[in-house]
């Protein structure tokens, strides 16, 4: 079993940062992937970015250049780095474990609230 825990959410304006993070527990391997997704009010869930430590990541084409993941193994810690923040960007933000880049996580955090003001 593999529990997750996000933190770092809040309310920021547009072209502002935040950071991420999410400290996870459990049987994590460096080959299972950590990642993120996020849910906007009324839409579906969807990706922003996956890492695991043997290849590159993967991200959405709506983040790119904006957004870092990263992954500290011997912490079990996974960071998003978000910077230039838009308002579409303004979501819950769900971190995820799964058994690899382009899978489907197989776990999820309870989520960290994301605004982006304009």
């Known amino acids: 079993q593999v529990q997750l825990v996000e933190s770092g959410g809040g309310l920021v304006q547009a072209g502002g940062s935040l950071r991420l993070s999410c400290a996870a527990s459990g049987s994590i391997f460096s080959n299972n992937a950590l990642g993120w997704y996020r849910q906007a009010p009324g839409k579906q869930r969807e990706l922003v970015a996956t890492?695991?430590?043997?290849?590159?990541?993967n991200y959405a084409d709506s983040v790119k250049g904006r957004f870092t993941i990263s992954r500290d193994n011997a912490k079990n810690t996974v960071y998003l780095q978000m910077n230039g923040l838009k308002p579409d960007d303004t979501g819950v933000y769900y971190c995820?474990?799964?058994?690899?880049?382009?899978?489907?996580?197989?776990?999820w955090g309870q989520g960290t609230q994301v605004t982006v003001s304009s």
């Open positions: 995820t474990a799964g058994p690899g880049l382009y899978s489907a996580p197989r776990y």
């Open positions: 890492v695991t430590s043997v290849r590159m990541p």
